[in-house]
């Protein structure tokens, strides 16, 4: 398959990061079809060129990172309508993949109360 687009991968390169730092001068969320779009190209075609070029597969996680902290920032940060969305983003996989999931070290404690028994019920 040939992809005409950026003969050079590093002419690729240049536009990802040229999309993140136009993003982190408007405060905008660097989003993968935001970066596509930018790149003028479809999200399928930036997967062949990463998967083809070292250089274009660590440009994009640099842009993943970048967007994984921008969203960890504004779940730590005090606007709970953003912090729902945060969540809700960071969940995707191009954006960390994090999961609610609930840890156990496999010990279970159970508590039983006995009321009103007398001492028969144990003989």
């Known amino acids: 398959m040939a992809l005409k687009k950026y003969e050079n991968p590093q002419d ?13 001068q ?24 990463a998967d083809n070029n070292e250089c ?8 993943q990172d970048i967007r994984e902290e921008y969203l ?4 730590l940060g005090n606007n709970a309508k953003s912090t729902t969305g ?17 840890i156990s070290d496999g010990n279970i404690n159970v508590n039983i109360g006995f009321k009103n028994l007398d001492k028969k019920a144990f003989d």
Do not use: R
Not at 86 to 102: M, R, S
């Open 12 to 24: 690729l390169v240049d536009k990802i990061n040229e999309y993140i730092e136009i993003c982190k």
């Open 26 to 49: 408007e405060d905008k969320f660097p989003s993968y079809a935001g970066l596509c779009l930018h790149c003028k190209i479809i999200s399928e075609t930036m997967n062949i060129y």
């Open 56 to 63: 274009v597969a660590e440009a994009l996680k640099k842009a």
């Open 72 to 75: 960890a920032n504004i779940v």
């Open 86 to 102: 945060a969540i809700f983003l960071l969940k995707q996989p191009k954006n960390g993949g994090y999961q609610d999931k609930q």
